[in-house]
């Protein structure tokens, strides 16, 4: 009998908290140990997440008291800035679980293995420390990484979210009274996730996010410059070279839509539109924030972590 490991959740009030529990209940080999929110404290998770069919109830836990579940694996869905404590509560009680951080907080540490395993993977060599991939960062870095060693100036990223992004707590970027007929561009130069893809593919890139009416789902639209002129179909020809062995990395001849991809695993990437001279090439990049650009990636790394096949409960 193949063995199953325990996994618990802190931060599950949230989108992604949802989603991972979702992807947990459908895997053969992984199972909630507990699920940790302040605000559904006491409360069922089943009446919150129907696909989850357990008894487990939503508990308000201290970072000492996570600890002590000593799960085999511990995914922080919290906002930036509050992983550490419970890092620190972990490594107190000298306990060894695998840690995949979803903020940002651990995405510039080199202790830390980067979570992008269709990138990323070669450079895992058993790190119990994983750092998720912010979801915007994602999608560019999937964008840009075929073309990255033939760039003559840096990518302009023109990026779209869904508002399901900015999280449950309220804000004007989730309103959606406040974003209906509307467009929200914000924090327009040296955004996080700018920062973040500079220093994952050893180039600048320079980003502009907005926030759009619907729910869930991300448009990133990349302006690429090259040093020699190409043909749209070695583009092309490319990108599919690059993500053949790729399931979650689907590559489109059309700019691909974001309705189709809200709900699905796997990124889009298409359009690849070439301009007059055949130096300046724009490609657009689909992905669903909460699963690609969040819990998908997670249940990969925890698969890659723990030896399972990397798409079990994805797939």
């Given at each position: 009998m193949k063995e199953t490991k325990t996994l618990g959740i802190v931060g599950a009030r949230g989108h992604t908290g949802a989603e991972l529990i979702r992807l947990v209940a459908r895997h053969p080999r992984l199972e909630l140990a507990f699920v940790s929110s302040r605000e559904l404290d006491g409360q069922r998770v089943h009446d919150h997440v129907p696909d989850y069919d357990g008894v487990l109830r939503y508990e308000n836990l201290a970072p000492e008291a996570v600890a002590a579940k000593r799960a085999d694996a511990v995914v922080l869905a919290l906002p930036n800035g509050k992983a550490a404590e419970f890092v620190a509560a972990i490594d107190a009680l000298k306990a060894d679980p695998v840690i995949v951080d979803l903020s940002a907080d651990y995405r510039f540490d080199e202790a830390w293995y980067y979570g992008l395993p269709e990138l990323t993977?070669?450079?895992?060599a058993g790190q119990k420390r994983i750092s998720n991939p912010g979801c915007y960062a994602t999608a560019m870095q999937l964008a840009i990484a075929p073309l990255k060693d033939r760039l003559a100036a840096p990518p302009a990223c023109f990026g779209v979210s869904g508002y399901s992004g900015a999280g449950t707590t309220p804000s004007d970027r989730n309103d959606p009274d406040k974003l209906r007929d509307n467009l929200m561009p914000y924090a327009l130069v040296d955004?996080?996730?700018?920062?973040?893809v500079t220093r994952q593919l050893g180039l600048p890139v320079e980003f502009m996010p907005h926030v759009a009416p619907h729910f869930r789902g991300i448009t990133m639209t990349v302006n690429l410059w090259l040093t020699q002129a190409a043909k749209r179909d070695d583009?092309?020809?490319r990108y599919r070279e690059f993500y053949a062995n790729e399931p979650l990395v689907r590559i489109v001849d059309e700019?691909?839509?974001v309705s189709a991809i809200a709900g699905k695993h796997h990124a889009e990437i298409g359009g690849f539109a070439v301009a007059p001279g055949g130096k300046r090439v724009v490609?657009?990049?689909?992905?669903?924030?909460l699963l690609k650009g969040a819990a998908t990636q997670a249940m990969q790394n925890l698969n890659l972590a723990f030896g399972f096949d990397e798409l079990s409960a994805i797939q």
């Open positions: 993977r070669t450079r895992y955004h996080l996730h700018e920062r973040e583009i092309l020809a700019a691909p839509w490609v657009v990049a689909t992905l669903d924030n």
